[in-house]
């Protein structure tokens, strides 16, 4: 909260969506920015729901917005699933607020009722064109205001007209002329406030200290110092966040760059610590050279001197290797318990033997989801099956040697492998054991066959990873079924 001094206190930060259809990347990063704020400061951070605009709300918004927010591990302390000290959390239920206001306002002599026809202002814009001047309601003022009855607009009248000078903590000092101030509707006609209106008085009433939000507000903001002005409120601090930018850095992002639902990545695979990762250095760097973050240690480094103010590049390129970076660090289990609680839910029969191979598919996949695809496709099923018959074509395919020395050769691996115990029968030493004799008579006579032998492939991992994989037991009942074969 502000005090007089204009110290803050308590840091408050909100995020605010307007239930409009699904959550993408912008709105994410606007909420996850003023979360780790919020977190960094050990603040509080609410997240409020803005549908006064009934007209383009989408049902169900509500619940995905909800849904999106909680997979990414983005939670707030105040909201309209748990309430808070400030409840309501949605702005169509805080019209009373808005009216007590609104007021106040017409008490003070800032705000009137709208006496105007749709066609009277028509005529005019109509006027103000003809005249070439921009068209400002403030130019219309009625002389004589009838009382409002609710029925009419409510609209604002400017304390002052004057040139506004602000400070923004990413962009620095921003100013703006006479000509952005204008009489805009604090409460439209089907009773709903606008969002110029409500949002101030909401984060007066939750006491935010710092607003995040996107550019488009910035040429709002005299319009909005003006509204704190009349109501003799300070207020909060400004944080704009820099634009997202399709690939190729020229407009912002849309659709057809690629900006989607935020859950279409839990469907593609990705681990939410990693998106999180990505979307904070979109626009933001914590100052020095790391870029795999952890969501404590992004709290940590977090501060909006790190946010530029120029268009962050989104490319989704990126976004892969967050994630395979991410997935890679995770300890096998942890990966195993993601991978499998992903198969269960997007429909993929999991198998016993993911634990094996857990370290082994996070080197290989970008996503769960591809690693998910690798396993259904059978590319590990040899893991689980007992003997393999491989044919004597792919055995000797690039073994460099005829049948009979091929035999000979995973005859002696066999005799060197029996003596490794059960428990130490690792990928260590199974290359330990038989290294020296594949040296010594040929890499590709020896290991090629012993590889085709244990995954019945003609690509897999190398013999020592699969022989510690399938175990002590299945890696000589493979080779003693490769030499039957072997004429
Ligand atoms: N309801 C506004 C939006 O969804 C929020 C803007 C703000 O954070 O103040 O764009």
Redesign the pocket.
């Known amino acids: 909260m502000n005090d007089r001094n204009g110290t803050i206190n308590h840091v408050v930060t909100r995020f605010?969506?307007?239930p409009t259809g699904f959550m993408h990347v912008g709105g994410v990063r606007t909420a996850l920015f003023a979360w780790l704020f919020a977190r960094k400061h050990g603040g509080t951070f609410i997240l409020r729901i803005?549908d006064t605009d009934k007209a383009r709300e989408v049902g169900g918004s509500i619940e995905h917005i909800i849904e999106s927010l909680k997979w990414l591990g983005i939670e707030w302390d105040e909201g309209p699933d748990i309430g808070g000290p400030h409840a309501p959390y949605i702005q169509s239920e805080r019209l009373d607020s808005y009216r007590k206001y609104a007021r106040l306002l017409i008490e003070k002599g800032f705000a009137y009722s709208d006496p105007y026809t749709e066609e009277e202002v028509e005529a005019f814009r109509k006027q103000a064109e003809t005249e070439k001047r921009a068209f400002l309601y403030r130019d219309h003022r009625p002389n004589v205001t009838e009382a409002w009855d609710g029925t009419k607009p409510l609209r604002f009248k400017v304390p002052a007209i004057k040139r506004y000078v602000w400070n923004d903590l990413v962009r620095g000092e921003l100013s703006a002329g006479e000509e952005a101030l204008d009489d805009f509707i604090l409460i439209k006609s089907d009773g709903y406030p606008t969002?110029n209106f409500a949002?101030i008085i909401d984060d007066h009433e939750m006491g935010v200290s710092h607003?995040v939000?996107?550019d488009e507000?910035i040429a709002s903001t005299p319009k909005f110092l003006s509204l704190y002005d009349a109501l003799e409120i300070t207020p909060p601090l400004f944080a704009t966040m820099p634009p997202i930018l399709g690939p190729d850095g020229k407009h912002k992002l849309s659709k057809r760059d690629g900006a989607k639902d935020i859950l279409d990545y839990r469907k593609e695979g990705y681990l939410p610590e990693a998106l999180v990762n990505f979307l904070a250095f979109l626009g933001w760097n914590p100052g020095d050279e790391r870029e795999v973050l952890s969501i404590a240690e992004l709290t940590d480094a977090f501060s909006f001197d790190h946010i530029q103010k120029a268009g962050a590049k989104f490319n989704e390129e990126k976004l892969r290797w967050f994630n395979h970076e991410h997935l890679k660090r995770l300890p096998d289990t942890d990966f195993t318990a993601h991978l499998t609680a992903f198969m269960v839910e997007f429909g993929f029969d999991t198998s016993t033997y993911l634990g094996k191979i857990a370290s082994l598919l996070k080197e290989r996949s970008q996503t769960l989801l591809e690693a998910a695809e690798a396993v259904r496709a059978g590319d590990f099923s040899f893991c689980e099956e007992i003997i393999i018959v491989p044919s004597q074509e792919l055995l000797l395919k690039s073994a460099k040697a005829d049948a009979a020395t091929v035999k000979t050769h995973l005859k002696h691996v066999s005799e060197l492998l029996v003596k490794i115990s059960d428990d130490a029968f690792t990928a260590d030493v199974v290359k330990d054991s038989i290294f020296g004799y594949a040296t010594e008579q040929g890499r590709s006579a020896v290991l090629w066959p012993m590889r085709v032998a244990l995954s019945g492939k003609e690509k897999s991992p190398d013999p020592f990873i699969l022989s510690a994989l399938i175990g002590k037991e299945k890696t000589l009942a493979r080779i003693a079924a490769a030499q039957e074969i072997l004429r």
């Open positions: 605010a969506p307007s803005e969002y949002h607003i939000r996107a507000f």
